[in-house]
């Protein structure tokens, strides 16, 4: 762990929220009466939402069981299925007409999928996963662009019990397989590729290559006819999605599953070089995903059109691109393409032409869109939208005034969500017609979230900087990394010896209770609000036969949050310029996101007598900014003064 970042904030601008709406929290009396609630009856407020809330197959006896901490366990005993919740209970109530599912592809085209339509698809789904020897528990991954069949892949894997886990459309095919391999998943769905700025980029090809190496525990590949993008069929293997749900029933039983039956698996970085299965189990995700769309949306299904612009391969295009959307019964639009093809103007083309409500995206997308200037998002009707919400990384000030400004002319509140992949929902945000915002803030915990600051021996600090703790267990938290219970234990419970959830973010509160979160304190970056492990992107450049050593750190970024910087030492001094070649072959080992944006070539990297790479002081060379770092236990003075070379 680093140090923490204890410069703070300082933003003291409030906005307080419009009041005019029915919202489900509506003021912040109720909102602390709800906290109360909590504070005095933990369990039994779990309880009482969860029954409100999900529709059970078989009613549960026990919220939450401690015994076996921190591996806790929600609404045991009780059985509900996830598509049924999602599907089955809205068509049963008579929304079966409603658009679930809104998808727009790049070039433009359309489709409106209803929710008697998408249970129908997923019924079918199912039924040919189960066909091709999918049981409950076992896994399927899912490479996919952004288009409807991915949610339809997703949910049908909820309906028979299997475990899916999405893998992000640009992760290279090494990558894949290393997924694959640590799932031990059986299936694979994906699409012969997907459309990015006007061009198409490869999905099943990038399957064949993770296949042609290992991952034995694969039986078939579903294969997407998308993109028009000629692939290679493997006989016996490989099916056509289309042909084999044509011939499948509509109709599938949901499989009642216990509350804690597996959900999904999702790949996230962490400060080792090996991503971590980030597991999630079925009743406490859901329940957290619809409570969030009511609380920090305040979504009203029956009238909101509702975009995350997050991709389904990252846990915000899970949570709220899907889940938390269809839980409520509401409509979700997906979108296939990037957010400013053909132009900077397609966001708020897509707001206009689709009355989008809710925009829930990035810093890194808002300040993208802002730069591109005023005149784009002026071009287009945004009187549609009510709420504006962030998520993924600090958003600056700058960029909030400029969403609430010129995106949701004053009218509309900002909610800057913070949360994590572990999380498996939001954690500390706004309640947009409650909470008095300030610009940059998540603001306050949401009901039923107890968070502290604390210092490295779990005292609380007070207006201060310290760390992030999360106190008591949530229904969606992780419950555990796939395969690894030592690894769940020592990155997030070790540090505070099992008492606290240790989130690895920097934050402050500051005197009037309002949080502030200043970023990773773990060698984890923010990369255009996607996560990636410094240890990943050096071991994808070590892996490299001219590559000697690697240190790789973040520097800060005006569109990106963080830039990624690496420093390299190579085995002999090369004449020839190894830049693009290390950036391709990082592209190799990961995928595009996670390509160094600089490469420093150095003699030697700055280490400590034993042996530890000094990063911070990597980190102010990187940012071009003056040493803080005491330089005293510094190995090799020289190194020092090669580095500051550097342009
Ligand atoms: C960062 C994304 C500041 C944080 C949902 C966290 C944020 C990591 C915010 C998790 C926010 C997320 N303000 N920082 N509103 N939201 N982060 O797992 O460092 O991809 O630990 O989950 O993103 O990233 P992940």
């Not at 359309?110 to 698809?121: E, G, P, Q, T, W």
């Not at 989008?356 to 784009?376: E, F, H, M, Q």
Request: proline share 5%; net charge neutral; hydrophobic share 40%.
């Amino acid at each position: 762990m680093s140090e923490v970042i204890s410069t703070a904030l300082e933003e003291n601008r409030t906005f307080t929220p419009p009041t005019t709406h029915a919202a489900s929290i509506p003021n912040m009396d109720a909102y602390h009466a709800l906290c109360k609630r909590f504070a005095d009856d933990f369990d039994s407020t779990w309880r009482d939402l969860a029954n409100e809330h999900l529709e059970w197959r078989k009613p549960f006896t026990r919220t939450l069981n401690r015994e076996n901490a921190p591996f806790f366990r929600w609404f045991e005993d009780g059985s509900l299925n996830l598509s049924e919740n999602c599907l089955d209970r809205h068509v049963r109530a008579g929304l079966g007409e409603r658009t679930a599912i809104l998808w727009e592809g790049e070039a433009g085209e359309v489709r409106k999928i209803s929710y008697a339509a998408l249970l129908a698809d997923v019924c079918r789904a199912a039924n040919s996963m189960r066909q091709l020897g999918v049981e409950a528990g076992d896994r399927v991954v899912i490479y996919m662009p952004m288009i409807p069949e991915a949610a339809i892949a997703m949910l049908a894997c909820t309906r028979i019990g299997a475990v899916h886990s999405v893998v992000f459309g640009a992760f290279s095919p090494q990558a894949l397989r290393d997924r694959i391999e640590d799932a031990g998943a059986k299936l694979v769905v994906t699409a012969d590729g997907g459309s990015r700025r006007g061009s198409i980029y490869p999905l099943k090809s990038n399957v064949d290559l993770a296949l042609s190496e290992g991952c034995r525990s694969i039986t078939h590949v579903l294969v997407v006819a998308h993109a028009g993008n000629k692939t290679e069929t493997i006989a016996g293997r490989d099916i056509d999605w289309h042909q084999a749900l044509r011939v499948q029933a509509s109709t599938c039983e949901p499989l009642a599953v216990e509350s804690e039956q597996p959900l999904f698996i999702l790949y996230t970085s962490g400060s080792t070089g090996k991503p971590k299965g980030i597991l999630h189990s079925t009743a406490g995700y859901l329940l957290w995903a619809r409570l969030t769309m009511l609380w920090s949306f305040d979504f009203k299904p029956q009238q909101d059109v509702f975009w995350c612009t997050a991709d389904i391969g990252w846990i915000t295009g899970h949570t709220y691109t899907l889940y938390g959307p269809l839980c409520c019964g509401g409509t979700t639009l997906m979108y296939e393409g990037v957010p400013t093809y053909p132009d900077a103007g397609r966001v708020w083309k897509i707001c206009e032409a689709h009355k989008v409500s809710i925009l829930y995206t990035a810093p890194t997308a808002i300040r993208a869109l802002k730069k591109a200037g005023d005149a784009w998002p002026e071009k287009y009707d945004l009187s549609s939208l009510r709420v504006l919400g962030t998520v993924g990384e600090p958003i600056n000030p700058e960029a909030w005034i400029w969403y609430h400004q010129v995106i949701g002319k004053q009218r509309c509140p900002i909610v800057d969500t913070w949360w994590q992949t572990e999380t498996g929902g939001h954690m500390i945000a706004p309640l947009p017609f409650a909470t008095p915002t300030k610009p940059g803030s998540a603001t306050f915990p949401l009901p039923g979230i107890d968070i502290a600051v604390v210092d490295k021996h779990g005292k609380t600090i007070r207006d201060g900087g310290g760390l992030l703790v999360i106190k008591q267990p949530w229904p969606s938290m992780l419950r555990g990394i796939w395969n690894d219970n030592q690894r769940y234990i020592d990155t997030y419970w070790r540090t505070f010896n099992n008492r606290y959830y240790f989130a690895g973010d920097g934050a402050r509160i500051d005197r009037e209770g309002y949080c502030w979160i200043m970023g990773r304190v773990d060698d984890v970056l923010n990369v255009s609000g996607h996560r990636l492990g410094t240890m990943e992107i050096e071991s994808a450049l070590a892996s490299h036969t001219s590559v000697a050593e690697a240190a790789v750190v973040g520097r800060p970024d005006e569109i990106k949050g963080e830039a990624i910087c690496a420093f390299v030492v190579l085995k002999r001094a090369d004449s020839e310029n190894l830049t693009l070649p290390l950036r391709a072959h990082v592209t190799q080992a990961i995928g595009a996101i996670a390509k160094p944006d600089d490469i420093h070539f150095v003699e030697s990297l700055p280490k400590t007598r034993s042996g530890k790479i000094m990063r911070r002081l990597l980190r102010d060379i990187a940012a071009g900014r003056e040493i803080t770092q005491d330089i005293s236990t510094l190995e090799d003075q020289a190194v020092i003064r090669q580095l500051q070379k550097q342009p």
